[in-house]
């Protein structure tokens, strides 16, 4: 019961920090290029990265925090759901080049920083 309760806390405060931090870039940079979905998204493959590398090989964290740090806050901070809906948004208005860099660039730029943060986790 208690690692249900910890993974909703850590899912309650993923999602704040997405929310918080996709609003902020989103208001930095306006228009109808969703920045702050694709800031979320990248940044949140560069920390599951680290966090999954330091704990492959560093640190000894206990499955049940792992799973609280990985599923409950990394899974709330990025949001395919929205990434999709953005991205239909942008093909439904013709915005084709605005579509393929950002459907792209999140799956590109997320592959590489995920590598990145499992590389630099592991030599922590």
Not at 24 to 40: C, D, E, H
Not at 53 to 58: A, L, Q, S
Not at 97 to 107: C, P, R, T, V, W
Request: charged share 10%; proline share 2%.
């Amino acid at each position: 019961m208690q690692k249900i309760v910890l993974l909703g806390l850590a899912g309650a405060l993923g999602s704040l920090a997405r929310y918080g931090l996709a609003g902020l870039v989103q208001r930095a940079a306006p228009g109808s290029f969703p920045l702050g979905t694709f800031i979320v998204n990248v940044l949140g493959c560069l920390a599951f990265g680290f966090v999954w590398g330091v704990c492959e090989n560093r640190i000894s964290l206990h499955p049940d925090l792992r799973v609280v740090l990985l599923t409950g806050f990394m899974g709330a901070f990025t949001t395919f759901s929205t990434f999709t809906f953005e991205s239909l948004g942008l093909m439904e208005t013709g915005q084709w080049l605005a579509f393929a860099l950002y459907a792209g660039g999140q799956l590109l730029l997320g592959l590489a920083l995920l590598w990145l943060g499992l590389g630099t986790g592991r030599l922590v």
